[in-house]
């Protein structure tokens, strides 16, 4: 019987490959880079570019390097963890929640039509 290599790690184990996962979905996203490219980029199928991004810890790390240098070239899995990107950096800025103030009687006036 075979087994998943998900059950053969620790559940911070599993976390951790999830968080990976997020990362460099998060990356290929904010560079906007359809996950297909990114898979043909790296010479993967769709479906192991998929459950790379899902944290399946049954990818080899050698995917995951080619992936990472398919969506972002010269990058080090380091960059990816510490989220240093300036792509990234311009999404989590899209992402941010702006307070939004009400208007005063002179704009809901002029607004009025």
Known sequence: MKASAA?????????????LGHAISRLRLARNIKQDTAAVRAGLSRNT???????????????????????????????LLTENDPALLSLQEKERKHRVRDLSAQELKELDF
């Open 49 to 79: 570019a998929y459950r790379l991004e899902k944290g399946d810890p049954g990818i080899a790390i050698g995917h995951l390097l080619r992936y990472l240098e398919a969506i972002a070239p010269g990058k080090s899995l380091v960059d």
């Open 7 to 19: 059950a053969a790690l620790s559940p911070a184990r599993a976390a951790e490959a999830i968080l």
